[in-house]
């Protein structure tokens, strides 16, 4: 292909292709002070999209707490940063890949994982664990069943291959991601304080290393596509698809590991989105140096390609490196142990030129600073939508009179949001590592960390339905059931990665959304003393112009302090007394009974109290910590009776629950106000939890006992529920399953 | 008693096996390199999990052909201890040192899950502390555990007490037999799916694993007590 | 120069269960007529050899050590030269 010439990109407009405005054009030339050529407006292009320069989203993310006395490193790294005692640090991001994942499910879920994973090593930290958080439309249809088997199978082959257990996540489906599913993936790692590394290029004259696989005409402009919606054209547009290979990962995760343990680095960045441009230029700017590339040595897998295909390419498994110069040598021999290549393709200069050179020509020539610092920002107009409005006078009760509890239990069971994950995780190694305490299926994932009795805690939520219906609220309550989740399972909460999976932030009702969703969020974070370490924003997720449901995803990690405060949601022993913590009411809006019965949502979302949830999460906390609980499990979707059932059925054992209420039972078994956890207590500790509980003010009330019998309701002194456990268990852990087979997707 | 655990490129359970040793026997175990050609100093190799190679090709096929397995075998030829896992098991069926192959599991999906395992034979090397017939509760992690083999080398194995472990419950990968785990003819030679490095202490899931590195350990000392 | 075309499939005794599950989806389709699906792999080998015998002999012996596991495949090539 001939290049466009410098006028002709002008003149024709071209710049607009690669997804610059005009205005943005224009700042190009300015700081330029002549016209771009291609290489330099495709470096632009990529650098300036929300996904590199979050242009659209930077004012609203300001509003998040990003400091507190654990955090080492906040946002702006490869991950965020958080101290966990004994010179050790937790290391841990969230990451969407959901546009390649919607054209080539297999391989974009698989290099979103392949992708996070590398943003945590390249921080100096040993991966120990893998979550992660998708939605797709409903199993009925035949996409849908191809996208979640192909997007799981990936997810799989990746974490497996590479040998960091997938310890938890969750799967969601409703049609609103029909056309748009989500794959956001978060790693975790463990680090020692002196082996923290920095994405940096430093010391004028140092050598610019590239590790790892060579450089194809896969992915080119990545970035710049997943700043687009999807529309019909995007199977046509897409790059060509990046082919993961987890092997190399492993090989590049040993070899980057081994350098930095023996301190040979100065910066290491990842080449993730844009390539080699968003790394070597990120590394510059925060260094405040200039940087001359050689793009001759770049090692490359196809012959003959251009500066601009070299640069926006978005080829796998490579890693980029500043070291002092001099040691060339060393990080060469360990590349040859791992049989990695390697090549030093540039090095750091004085001044501020980022400067690029290909057969003995300078390519490019931009200031630095202008690609990261003077990418543009937009703060967009914001607007309420209808809907939001229209949904203040609807009373979810109206359409959910005179359900039989009995029917809705088995029913809501069986929904794939509420059903066994088991389809999913079991193809998931959770276990390599030999860390894994508590593997899927509970509130939260346990990772113990060897050497000390500690562990940490993690666990990915976001409900959408009520981020949808009310965004503040919703946002308060992705944060604080996540934070629930890590608390239930003896950890202190410690930090959040979020990654914000929206539509066009073009449309005001979406920004609106976004800017609220971000508010309660925010709130949460600050009462809970959650900061917001890191994360990723995903706009543009709409098909057919329809937007997705606002989906923040938040991911917790807590610090379990001793292994014996471990909790699960199991209920563990036969006569163990039941007590539900928080008050009830009647919020419904959003909830799995409205969707089950109504097959749509409308009203608001269920209000989240941000002093009450933090009583709750400090008592149970202290509660756990004073060994007073047996099983902890929050209240969550399907309220009070999905809650009961679960910790029946991962514990197989049953419940007799007696309650009194002036609404009507189903409504209130299955209400979903938030701020409740359901505890399980041996006979001997009730009165010292109640005392526990009474201290910091949280309403706790005996509602019945495990049992080795069915799950028994009794409200009013009327039986209401009487289920076999076995049975709801079959139910359970069959749906999913039942409805993949029904008709057998194609495989890979 | 002297352990190696050899670590391919892409092998990533091998400091797992390295734990294991540590924590359940607290004997002397060392990671080799696959570049190591000379293995006489130990007395026990390990294979660990993983995916050598990249388990491109077929899994354990490119594995077999590197420097340290002509040591592996040379040693396991001089009735030293060798137990392959997982990946292990596959590369010791690849190298020739046990019969028959492993094959995609036949639903074929990754399946990871705690699985009920039958001891079949509890007077080997590698079993003597699990009671004859006892079902216990050890992992398993693959893609590609589907035991294979003619009929003439199963009715052999059968014959000579070389199946050491079935799975017990739903056969989970489509095994032949059910055939969780085979020695070689001497039956100093182990390859087994099931990953008892990960079944050691209770807050794992299950504490079953251990015994087989128990059972090890009191081998050798049975068989080198002077 | 000589270039391989390997094909490496599974032995006919053996159960193919990707190409059953393949089968399987056909006939959801409703390609019926469809009765057997077997799924195998293709390598692409580039050699120097001074014969084209000296070139089969090789190649076989590659397919015999590395590329196949008799336990349960078969294997075929075709060989030309380039």
Redesign the interface.
């Known amino acids: 292909m001939i290049e466009p010439t410098a006028e002709q990109i002008r003149d024709q407009e071209l710049y607009k292709e690669m997804g610059l405005t005009s205005e943005e054009y224009e700042q190009v030339k300015g700081h330029l002070g002549r016209l771009p050529n291609w290489t330099e407006v495709g470096i632009y292009s990529v650098m300036w999209s929300e996904h590199c320069s979050y242009k659209n989203s930077k004012p609203l993310l300001r509003k998040f707490p990003t400091t507190g006395p654990r955090i080492l490193l906040g946002p702006g790294e490869g991950a965020g940063v958080i101290d966990i005692g004994d010179e050790q640090a937790v290391v841990f991001k969230i990451e969407s890949h959901n546009h390649p994942s919607a054209v080539e499910p297999f391989q974009g879920a698989a290099t979103g994982v392949g992708g996070i994973i590398r943003d945590v090593f390249s921080m100096g930290a040993r991966p120990v664990a893998l979550l992660n958080s998708l939605r797709f439309g409903e199993l009925d249809s035949s996409r849908v069943r191809y996208l979640f088997d192909n997007v799981v199978s990936g997810i799989a082959h990746y974490g497996n291959c590479i040998g960091i257990p997938t310890v938890g996540g969750e799967v969601f489906f409703d049609n609103a991601y029909d056309g748009n599913p989500l794959v956001n993936a978060m790693c975790v790692g463990i680090i020692n304080h002196k082996d923290l590394q920095k994405g940096v290029a430093v010391g004028v004259g140092n050598p610019v290393i590239y590790v790892g696989a060579s450089t194809g005409r896969d992915g080119i402009h990545g970035a710049t596509f997943a700043s687009e919606e999807l529309n019909e054209s995007s199977e046509e547009k897409r790059p060509a698809v990046q082919v993961g290979d987890p092997f190399m990962e492993k090989l590049l995760l040993e070899a980057c590991l081994e350098m930095v343990e023996q301190n040979m680095l100065l910066g290491i960045q990842d080449m993730g989105a844009a390539g080699l441009t968003c790394s070597s230029a990120e590394m510059a700017a925060k260094g405040g140096q200039g940087l001359d590339l050689n793009l001759d040595l770049v090692p490359q897998r196809e012959t003959g390609m251009t500066s601009y295909e070299i640069m926006l390419s978005e080829s796998q498994e490579r890693m980029l490196l500043v070291v002092e110069k001099g040691r060339e040598a060393e990080i060469m021999a360990i590349c040859d142990k791992w049989g990695l290549q390697s090549a030093v393709i540039g090095q750091v200069t004085d001044g501020n030129q980022y400067r690029l050179f290909q057969h003995g020509e300078l390519v490019a020539d931009i200031p630095v600073n202008t690609l990261v610092d003077d990418a543009p920002v937009y703060v967009r107009e914001e607007k309420v939508p209808t809907y939001y409005v229209e949904n203040e006078s609807v009373d979810p009760t109206d359409a959910l009179a005179n359900i039989d509890a009995n029917e809705a239990i088995e029913k809501i069971l069986q929904s794939p949001n509420m059903a066994s994950k088991k389809y999913v995780f079991q193809q998931y190694d959770y276990m390599v590592r030999t860390s894994t305490a508590v593997r899927p299926g509970s509130d939260a994932a346990v990772v113990v960390i060897r050497g000390t009795e500690k562990a940490l805690a993690m666990s990915t939520d976001g409900n959408s339905r009520y981020v949808y219906l009310d965004p503040v609220n919703g946002g308060r309550i992705a944060v604080a059931e996540s934070a629930r989740n890590v608390v239930c399972s003896g950890a202190e909460p410690l930090g959040i990665t979020d990654c914000l999976n929206f539509g066009s932030p073009e449309k005001p009702e979406v920004y609106w959304q976004l800017s609220k969703a971000i508010d309660g969020m925010s709130e949460m974070c600050e009462v809970l003393q959650t900061p917001v370490v890191g994360g990723n924003v995903s706009l543009y997720n709409e098909t057919k112009g329809q937007p997705i449901y606002p989906t923040p995803v938040v991911g917790m990690v807590g610090l379990i302090e001793k292994r014996e405060h471990i909790t699960t949601q199991a209920f563990k022993q036969n006569g163990d007394v039941l007590i539900l913590l928080g008050d009830t009411a009647i919020e419904l809006g959003g909830s799995e009974l409205q969707q089950a019965y109504t097959a749509t949502i409308a009203g608001r979302a269920p209000i989240l109290d941000s002093g009450k949830e933090k009583a709750l999460q400090q008592a149970v906390l202290t509660a756990i910590r004073q060994g007073l609980v047996q099983s902890a499990h929050d209240v969550s979707e399907g309220g009070l009776a999905l809650a009961v059932a679960e910790s029946c059925i991962s514990g197989n054992l049953g419940a007799k629950i007696q309650v009194e209420t002036d609404y009507d039972p189903t409504l209130y078994l299955f209400s979903e106000t938030q701020s409740r956890i359901l505890l399980s207590v041996s006979k001997d500790k009730v009165e010292e939890l109640v005392q526990t509980m009474e201290q910091f003010h949280v309403p706790a009330q005996v509602i019945g006992q495990v049992t080795e019998g069915n799950l028994e309701v009794h409200v009013n002194d009327q039986l209401v529920i009487d289920r076999s456990v076995a049975q709801l268990t079959n139910h359970w852990e069959e749906a999913i399953p039942c409805k993949m087979t029904a008709s057998s997707t194609s495989t890979n | 008693m002297r352990f190696a655990v050899v670590v391919f490129p892409g092998s990533n359970c091998d400091m797992d096996l390295v734990h294991a040793i540590e924590d359940v026997l607290g004997e002397e175990v060392n990671p080799v390199w696959h570049h190591e050609s000379d293995l006489s100093s130990y007395d026990a190799i390990l294979l660990p999990g993983g995916f050598s190679y990249g388990d491109y090709l077929r899994c354990g096929s490119l594995a077999r052909f590197s420097p340290v397995m002509e040591a592996v075998k040379k040693e396991a030829e001089a009735g030293k201890l060798v137990v392959g896992i997982c990946n292990g098991f596959q590369i010791l069926t690849e190298a020739g040192l046990l019969p028959g192959a492993l094959m995609r599991n036949d639903h074929l999906q990754f399946r990871c899950e705690i699985e009920p395992i039958s001891v079949e034979k509890a007077d080997s090397a590698f079993t003597m502390h699990y009671e004859q017939g006892e079902t216990v509760q050890i992992p398993i992690a693959h893609a590609e555990g589907n035991y294979f083999c003619d009929d003439e080398t199963l009715q052999r194995l059968e014959a000579s007490g070389q199946i050491l472990f079935r799975y017990a419950g739903k056969n989970p990968n489509g095994a032949l037999a059910n055939i969780a785990g085979i020695t070689n003819e001497k039956g100093n030679v182990l390859g087994m799916m099931p990953h008892p490095e990960r079944a050691i202490v209770d807050w794992m899931g299950s504490p079953d694993g251990a015994r087989l590195f128990t059972s090890m350990l009191a081998y050798w000392k049975e068989n080198h007590a002077s | 120069m000589y270039k391989a075309t390997i094909f490496v499939t599974?032995k006919e005794s053996?159960?193919d269960?990707?190409g059953v599950?393949?089968k399987?989806?056909l006939h959801?389709m409703g390609y019926s007529e469809v009765s057997d699906v077997r799924i195998g792999k293709r390598l692409e080998v580039s050699l120097d050899a001074s014969s084209q015998a000296a070139a089969e002999e090789a190649v076989t012996l590659m397919c015999q050590k590395?590329?196949s596991?008799p336990?349960?495949e078969d294997f075929r090539f075709e060989l030309e030269e380039v």
């Open positions: 599974l053996v159960l269960p990707q599950a393949v399987g989806s959801t590395l590329f596991n336990v349960i």
